[in-house]
T-cell receptor, first 113, second 109 residues
Framework: GAGVSQSPSNKVTEKGKDVELRCDPI?????LYWYRQSLGQGLEFLIY????????KSGLPSDRFSAERTGGSVSTLTIQRTQQEDSAVYLC???????????FGQGTRLTVV | AQRVTQPEKLLSVFKGAPVELKCNYS??????LFWYVQYSRQRLQLLLR??SRESIKGFTADLNKGETSFHLKKPFAQEEDSAMYYC???????????FGTGTRLLVSP
């Protein structure tokens, strides 16, 4: 497809379980971002990749959160031992980097019960 | 630290009224500012960027470095403008896109 694709679209998980969220960026985009969107919190920056490296992980809320990117393409955001406060929409975006436009995926809605 | 502030969570206006969505930023370097919009059930998408100095869907935004502001304006709001609007900041010093908390614009008939 031509756009940023995220899977799954929706995920309901039990508290304490691990989850993996996937992002397929637009082909050729070197920059990849993960954000969390919560009611009243706006868009919270989580992590940024340039190629396969993550020069900025400052937004990850705790050590339960990790992310990787392989082959300069697909990225996975992993949340271990999920908590109810992790419930949110997780957005991925990609761009050619720098000051260029970021294109967003449709998001993964995570619900921890 | 780099920060984007959108002081209004909700802005409610009537159709035909002028609209101004406020955005202030803090960054000591040379910033690039963007406005992104999310319509109901759609993806977040770019509305406009300051470097282009263009008008999109009747919206304009001027970067005021003295006031560190990038307010979004439209002279006559339309119902289809109802959406969530996010101001974003990019700087070469920190190389990431930082967003504000967003303002929901509601245009009533």
């Amino acid at each position: 497809g031509a756009g940023v694709s995220q899977s799954p679209s929706n995920k309901v998980t039990e508290k304490g379980k691990d989850v993996e969220l996937r992002c397929d960026p637009i082909s050729g985009h070197t920059a990849l971002y993960w954000y969390r969107q919560s009611l009243g919190q706006g868009l919270e920056f989580l992590i940024y990749f340039q190629g396969n490296s993550a020069p900025d992980k400052s937004g990850l809320p705790s050590d339960r959160f990790s992310a990787e990117r392989t082959g300069g393409s697909v990225s996975t955001l992993t949340i271990q031992r999920t908590q109810q406060e992790d419930s949110a929409v997780y957005l991925c975006a990609s761009s050619f980097g720098g000051r260029t436009e970021a294109f967003f995926g449709q998001g993964t809605r995570l619900t921890v019960v | 630290a780099q920060r984007v502030t959108q002081p209004e969570k909700l802005l409610s206006v009537f159709k035909g009224a002028p609209v101004e969505l406020k955005c202030n930023y803090s960054y000591s370097g040379s910033p690039e500012l963007f406005w992104y919009v999310q319509y109901s059930r759609q993806r977040l998408q770019l509305l406009l960027r300051h470097i282009s100095r263009e008008s999109i869907k009747g919206f304009t935004a001027d970067l005021n470095k003295g006031e560190t502001s990038f307010h979004l304006k439209k002279p006559f709001a339309q119902e289809e403008d109802s959406a969530m609007y996010y101001c974003a900041l990019y700087g070469t010093g920190f190389q990431k896109l930082v967003f504000g908390t967003g303002t929901r614009l509601l245009v009533s008939p």
